[in-house]
């Protein structure tokens, strides 16, 4: 199994910078509790101007609108898509996406026989 790497660089309101690097067998718990950890610093992600003209975004925008919560397939985004925006994409195109936004932490990815199945990662809030 590849060794796992993850690099997050984030900066606060008052303009402090943290660089944090995680190595090694690197789960999605792990990363959870790094965003829980930001969360206790009152540390926002940083606000993407959303750029509707890149597929990428295209694909996260459906994703995000149509699919906040319960599970997908990336034949669902291509089905919202082609509704959404009028203009054919492949499947293939999305499902690069879609793995790629895996990567990044922001949906889970599941084998289902022959196919993923996506979820959209939401923080719970922890209220003491």
Not at 9 to 29: C, H, S
Not at 76 to 88: F, G, M, T, V, W
């Amino acid at each position: 199994m590849a060794k796992k790497r993850i690099r997050i660089d984030m900066e606060d309101a008052d303009g402090a910078r943290y660089d944090i690097k995680l190595e090694g067998n690197v789960t999605r718990e792990k990363v959870l509790k790094i965003f829980e950890m930001m969360d206790l610093m009152n540390i926002e992600e940083e606000q993407e101007t959303t750029n509707m003209d890149s597929i990428g975004s295209k694909i996260w925008h459906i994703v995000d609108k149509f699919f906040p919560m319960g599970k997908f397939t990336s034949t669902n985004i291509l089905e919202k898509y082609e509704d959404e925006y009028n203009e054919p994409v492949k499947l293939s195109i999305i499902s690069t996406y879609l793995s790629r936004f895996s990567t990044k932490g922001k949906i889970d990815r599941i084998r289902t026989g022959r196919e993923w199945t996506y979820q959209t990662i939401k923080l719970s809030q922890k209220h003491q």
